[in-house]
């Protein structure tokens, strides 16, 4: 198996994925946060209105988006402290890891083959550390703080130097063939959140919802603010209906595939350049033969895999469309695949959907 992978020999903040990293989360930041300080400047005004139904309910959407958006920014900051702390002024290490048994705080540990103990909330990387055992490493500073990453993930972790009693019993490692795609946990895991997607009508559904309660409290009494919050959150929502009725068939063709896909199929692809507001694309050399690959709602750790190493890994065809994901990564999603076509078509991406895209502008070309 081939995954994602920093690179040793630059330091860390020059490495390509690390940097995707960044990019994609500095980018989440600021868009999120933009909509969150317009939102929060309309929740105070407002909340300095009369009190009628409607403006109180233009207060309540306004603050809910400005609680949800404002959540980014501060995600920023955590996620970036090694980059403030200077730790990505140096390379990743590749170093020998064992990994203990989660704690009872919901901690996990990294036991490195220097005797260093590694604490945080890992998530799911332990257990590709397990498999691999290994782990990329920068750190740990004057002040215990390091951070970790691990093969096949584009996102790193926050770590801290353990010096409390070694108390838990180390994991062992146990093979574990690569089979049908369902039988993966970790794709499994996956799998359940592409079900959720199923329900992406949701995404406009409810917005729409919102809006035309707030427009019907504003009429009587006549309330202009909630006329304004309540018209403009319908009409978004309203807009974005026809996409994210396309989207939820997308997701219900993935998940179909996966149902039905007895193994993972790895192809060889070569990603196009990437271009703002453009699907991200490329040539597969598909069972069939050459075909054109697009990805709809393309996953950071997915195409930062197959920029990495050129194999994108199919998980289930159904139709003209394929499930795509990384064994024993948590992540999938789908892709569509026209035989007929070596070139991307012109097709921007739907103006709602580039709220959400990443940036992929730091692919290696």
Not at 202 to 207: G, H
């Amino acid at each position: 198996m081939q995954y994602l992978e920093p690179r040793t020999d630059v330091p860390a903040k020059d490495d390509w994925s690390t940097g995707l990293i960044l990019q994609d989360l500095r980018w989440g930041a600021k868009a999120l946060g933009g909509i969150a300080v317009v939102a929060g400047a309309g929740a105070v005004t407002c909340w300095l209105l009369p009190p009628a139904p409607g403006n109180i309910g233009a207060l309540v959407v306004l603050a809910l988006v400005a609680v949800l958006c404002g959540l980014g920014p501060l995600m920023y900051r955590a996620e970036t402290r090694a980059e403030r702390r200077g730790l990505l002024e140096q390379p990743w290490r590749r170093v020998a890891v064992r990994v203990a048994e989660k704690h009872d705080d919901g901690t996990d540990r990294l036991l490195l083959d220097d005797g260093v103990v590694l604490r945080g909330w890992f998530e799911d990387f332990p257990d590709m550390a397990l498999e691999r055992q290994e782990a990329f490493v920068c750190g740990p500073d004057a002040g215990g703080r390091a951070v970790v990453r691990v093969a096949g993930f584009a996102k790193m972790e926050n770590a801290k130097v353990d010096t409390g009693p070694d108390d838990r019993p180390v994991r062992e490692r146990v093979e574990r063939p690569l089979g049908r795609p369902l039988d993966d946990p970790a794709t499994a895991k996956a799998y359940r959140g592409m079900r959720w997607g199923v329900r992406a009508w949701l995404w406009s559904a409810v917005p729409a919802a919102f809006g035309a309660v707030v427009v019907l409290l504003s009429l009587v009494p006549f309330a202009p603010a909630g006329l304004v919050v309540g018209g403009l959150v319908l009409v978004v929502g309203l807009l974005g209906v026809h996409t994210s009725v396309e989207i939820s068939r997308w997701y219900r063709d993935a998940v179909t595939a996966v149902d039905n896909s007895a193994q993972w199929t790895p192809v060889t692809v070569t990603l196009f350049p990437w271009q703002p507001n453009q699907h991200v694309a490329g040539l597969a050399e598909m069972p069939g033969g050459l075909a054109l690959v697009q990805f709809v709602l393309p996953d950071l750790n997915v195409i930062a895999n197959i920029a990495d190493t050129g194999v994108m890994w199919i998980a289930g065809t159904h139709d003209d469309v394929i499930a795509v994901g990384v064994p024993r990564v948590p992540v999938l999603t789908f892709a569509a695949v026209q035989p007929d076509r070596d070139v991307p078509e012109e097709d921007p991406i739907p103006w709602i959907q580039r709220f959400t895209q990443p940036d992929f502008s730091g692919l290696p070309r």
